[in-house]
């Protein structure tokens, strides 16, 4: 069976969404699935932000992004998975603001050094977050946004879930979606932007 990454920027919800989905279904098929780190921060660069909210977003994504590059750099790859539930879960579920002490326990709850969270503005970490970034945009072969998913090294913009379909529902998408990574002539499928999505806690 072919593995899965799934890039993923942590303030993205609809990348939260598409992880929940994923993983549990992933869990019930036995399928292999990595989680990996990208920047919408990066992708944005250079571009101004239609909002306040979406600047807030680009800040927060550069923040979190150096403090996940240094949870890397500092246990390895297997860091960012323990560590994205804990901070997505209080992002996306609880809808927290996360400030240093938040962060501080989100490191600890996986072991993590909670000097990590002076990582949140340290731009040395900068590179590796570009680095992470790229090696996205390179699966891909295109520049897009969280998530991306690549199924035996063959990546798709996507998928984008307005819930997480939960049981059997969850195992045919899946089923779907490396069906369709094995079809070479299978290029995208799309539909019109549905609104934000409904997170489930």
């Given amino acids: 069976m072919a593995d899965v990454d799934l890039y993923l920027d942590p303030v993205c919800p609809f990348s939260w969404v598409t992880a929940r989905w994923l993983r549990d279904a992933a869990q019930s098929t036995q399928t292999p699935v990595v989680l990996r780190q990208m920047s919408l921060a990066v992708l944005n660069e250079g571009q101004d932000a239609d909002d306040a909210k979406q600047q807030r977003m680009m800040e927060r994504s550069t923040r979190l992004g150096r403090l996940f590059a ?35 326990e989100a490191l600890a709850e996986n072991g993590l050094e909670e000097r990590l969270a002076e990582a949140l503005d340290d731009s040395g ?23 991306i998913i690549a199924v035996g090294g063959r990546a798709f913009s996507g998928p984008v ?21 094995a079809v070479p002539e299978f290029a995208a499928l799309q539909r019109p932007h549905q609104g934000p999505p409904t997170i489930d806690a």
């Fill in 70 to 104: 240094a949870a890397v750099d500092e246990r390895g790859p297997d860091a960012f998975e323990g560590l994205y539930d804990s901070v997505g879960r209080r992002i996306h579920v609880r809808g927290d603001e996360l400030d240093t002490d938040a962060i501080r």
């Fill in 161 to 181: 879930l307005t819930r997480a379909p939960n049981g059997r529902d969850g195992v045919r998408l899946l089923e779907a979606v490396l069906t369709m990574a």
């Fill in 125 to 147: 970490f900068d590179d590796a977050v570009r680095r992470a970034h790229q090696a996205s945009q390179e699966a891909l072969g295109d520049e897009a946004g969280s998530p």
